[in-house]
């Protein structure tokens, strides 16, 4: 750090460099608090590693209790308009493609009005960090439903229980040929800080779902597998290249029978060599898919990198394109771009 206070080497950050003087304004206890302190704990690593400057980092949000996240940060951000995030997002990588963007966003913003622009930002494959707090219930507006409430959720506009089908975000994501999906839970901070620093080094969209407990409208909404008593057996831990073992005592796996997953018991005959075994970098999205449909009580629920494959990003081959017309024709007049064919006078 120079004598004036200020931070030369991204080597130096700190989490105090990323965190804005601005007094945070959730409720006591939600679990927004616990993402916020982990982005700023992993930000100076990220940084540090990929050589980033503060000042090219972005945070994009929309409407919602999650999107006061941009003025928690002391980065550049944006606090845009409800659901529209990522087309403010696409529009800054492509226009400067050295920032680091990340958009934040939750399962109301990003699923009901936004979830067009979600769905294409995936597919295209814009090099972006979506982060999606889903606590299933719509917490700003003060406890509607929301696309991820459950079936007979009763709400202040569902007082009968709602009878539609949840999205599934995992689902949708890979349903969008994302390149990064993951899952992981805002009460646990080490899982989250992994998955956080896994979709900073990914090229190309990165989608994270985080489980985030709104304990105003929606307390306890994960608590039956998420909790710390019961989340081992609850819960399946992801690992690239291991077999599908979990519980206490990892005494319980899953394996296929047939196209259908089933949990099994070690021993009496059934080995680890029985087991499913995780793959995040196979091309195609079937592994993740059938994953993604393991849903508590039946199954364990998956938390981790459900898939991580390279591709041509959109704002590298933007890009390229632009780069390639420039040499073949020139840098162009705009101008004469404006006034050629047809023209008028108003």
């Not at 980092?57 to 990522?86: E, W």
């Not at 459900?306 to 990003?313: C, D, F, K, L, M």
């Amino acid at each position: 750090m120079s004598d004036t206070g200020v931070v030369e080497s991204t080597a130096e950050y700190t989490k105090a460099v990323f965190t804005s003087d601005q007094v945070v304004r959730w409720c006591p206890g939600c679990g927004d608090y616990s993402i916020l302190a982990q982005m700023q704990k992993v930000l100076p690593e990220v940084c540090a590693e990929q050589g980033i400057r503060r000042e090219n980092v972005v945070f994009v949000s929309g409407i919602g209790c999650s999107s006061r996240f941009p003025y928690y940060m002391n980065t550049y951000g944006i606090h845009s308009i409800h659901g529209r995030a990522p087309t403010f997002a696409t529009g800054l990588k492509v226009a400067n493609p050295k920032l680091q963007v990340w958009v934040i966003t939750g399962d109301g913003d990003g699923l009901s009005i936004g979830g067009n622009h979600l769905l294409h930002v995936l597919r295209r494959n814009v090099d972006l960090k979506v982060i999606l707090f889903n606590n299933r219930i719509y917490g700003l507006t003060k406890g509607q439903y929301s696309p991820t409430s459950e079936i007979g959720k009763k709400t202040k506009s569902s007082p009968m229980g709602t009878v539609e089908q949840p999205i599934n975000p995992i689902c949708l994501a890979l349903a969008a040929e994302a390149t990064f999906v993951a899952r992981t839970l805002d009460a646990d901070p080490k899982h989250m800080q992994e998955i956080l620093k896994r979709a900073a080094a990914h090229k190309g969209s990165a989608f994270v779902e985080i489980f985030q407990n709104c304990n105003i409208f929606n307390d306890g909404a994960f608590a039956d597998f998420a909790s710390r008593p019961v989340r081992q057996d609850q819960t399946l831990a992801l690992q690239h290249g291991e077999p599908m073992v979990f519980g206490k005592e990892k005494n319980r796996g899953l394996r296929l029978n047939g196209v259908a997953p089933e949990i099994v018991d070690l021993g009496d005959g059934v080995n680890e060599s029985d087991l499913l075994v995780h793959d995040e970098t196979v091309g195609s999205p079937t592994l993740a898919y059938l994953l993604s449909q393991l849903e508590y009580p039946q199954f364990p629920v998956p938390l981790g990198v459900y898939r991580s494959i390279e591709r041509p990003t959109y704002d590298r081959l933007l890009e390229d394109q632009v780069q390639g017309e420039a040499e073949k024709d020139g840098a162009g007049d705009l101008e004469q771009l404006l006034n050629s064919g047809d023209t008028w006078e108003v």
